[in-house]
């Protein structure tokens, strides 16, 4: 398999976060595509329970400084970065004092869901496009994993498909069993739009976006994916094996798997002639 550019936007990474299912692939995946001889860039959301001294966070100033514009308002991005040490990965944070480092994750310290999680996960997902845009890298696959990276799918085919960057790129989603508690409220379609992400492209879906109707969106926009867990949501596993695209199952030793996987969908040119 000739090297490719992977580019993992992840909702969890371990150690970063405490460690469950998808945490610990955060950081595996890309790890051992990684020691494959892949090109990978790594991204995920600066929670506001990471602790940046610990973690060794930094901002690149390079990098930060863009205003995002969303329901109308402004919003600073922000760019973090740190290396695991011993995953030798290093990984980028999208941050913002309004959506991240002044909140926990999903919900706040009462267990209650914040409001405006559909404006978090379109911050981030037009955080993570612009600033690979600004490191000029150019993926051949784009691994999605967690609902905060649902909207990625998305805006790669519709928003940022005529981008260089993006243009010929794959899109993966991966299924977990971890989910939303509550839903995105009857906002988000409107949040959501950007460019030709326009929202009459939403009129099939519900009005009030629940962690299902993120995931249809999420599997609709991608070219594969994957089921990350052994028990992930029925209705979702059956509803990517009506759309068409290669559905890889669950897979216990998933390095060798995947990196099978991403050549599916993305063959080497020299293959394809």
Not at 139 to 162: L, N, R
Not at 172 to 189: A, E, P, W, Y
Request: hydrophobic share 40%; with cysteine; charged share 30%.
């Amino acid at each position: 398999m000739a090297k490719k550019k992977i580019l993992f936007i992840n909702q969890e990474i371990a150690p970063y976060v405490p460690e469950n299912n998808m945490s610990i692939m955060g950081r595996e995946l890309p790890r051992a595509i990684q020691d494959r001889n892949h090109e990978i860039r790594t991204f995920m959301p600066k929670w506001g329970n990471i602790n940046e001294r610990r973690g060794q966070l930094h901002e690149v100033i390079r990098l930060s400084g863009m205003n995002l514009i969303i329901d109308d308002a402004d919003h600073p991005l922000i760019i973090k970065v740190a290396s695991i040490p011993t995953a030798r990965v290093q990984v980028y944070f999208i941050d913002n004092d309004d959506y991240f480092s002044k909140r926990q994750m999903d919900v706040d310290e009462m267990g209650i869901s914040y409001p405006d999680n559909g404006e978090r996960a379109i911050f981030f997902a037009r955080g993570v496009l612009e600033t690979v845009k600004k490191l000029r890298w150019t993926p051949d696959v784009i691994h999605c994993q967690g609902w905060m990276s649902a909207v990625v799918p998305f805006y790669i085919k519709t928003a940022y498909h005529e981008e260089p960057s993006f243009a010929n790129a794959k899109v993966v989603t991966s299924l977990f069993t971890k989910n939303l508690k509550d839903d995105l409220g009857t906002h988000f379609k409107k949040c959501v739009e950007f460019r030709d992400a326009k929202t009459e492209l939403l009129n099939t879906y519900k009005d009030n976006f629940d962690f299902e109707e993120l995931a249809k969106l999420a599997i609709d926009y991608s070219d594969g994916i994957v089921q990350a867990e052994k028990e992930v949501n029925d209705t979702l596993v059956k509803y990517a094996n009506t759309k068409g695209v290669p559905v890889l199952p669950y897979q216990e030793d998933f390095a060798d798997a995947y990196e099978a996987f991403y050549d599916q969908i993305c063959p080497d040119k020299e293959a394809q002639d």
